[in-house]
């Protein structure tokens, strides 16, 4: 009998997203929420699926991270500096993707990136009901450190931060 086969997953590639990655990426911001738009504010919705026109915009101000595999890009992330500090903005990884470390990998290219920009800490706001998303800042080293009560157009947004 043939020995069973073994198939190796291929490695996920963290690199700083440039303007060639826009239509890729917006389409990814797009296949993440659009299948949960009953739960997502419209106006929420809106800015997470950002036109190309608009994401480029945005790209003036916050470094974005793009993770691949196979050439496919599979999760996308951005952050900025404000006071001294790393905020991470836009995390948002494939659903056939998830529980493979991609997320893993984006956040800790944006720990690294805040490092090397002499942050002293970064922080993530989350809404509660992202609850894949505290558990997983959570794991990464991140206390869970307030909650603001119906903060982003009437839901509630909980604030993650890992000091360096
Ligand atoms: C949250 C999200 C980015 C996680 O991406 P991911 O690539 O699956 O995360 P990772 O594989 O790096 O997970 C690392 C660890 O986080 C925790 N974690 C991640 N997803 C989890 C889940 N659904 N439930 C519980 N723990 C989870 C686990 O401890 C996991 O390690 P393990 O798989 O060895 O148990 C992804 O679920 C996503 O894109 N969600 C929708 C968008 C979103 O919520 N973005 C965050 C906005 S702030």
Redesign the pocket.
Known sequence: MAPPKTVTAKPIIVERLTHHDIPEICALYKR?WEPRKAEIPADLLKAWTPTALEFSSSMEGVTYFAARRDGKLI?GIGCWLDDGACQILH???DVD????????ALTNAAIEWARHNNSFSVW?D?LSK?E??G??FK?LGFSECGLLHRHQWSEDVRLFEKVL
């Open positions: 993440v999760g995390l948002a990884v993707q998830r529980r493979q470390g991609v997320a893993t993530v989350a992202l894949d998303a558990a997983m794991r």
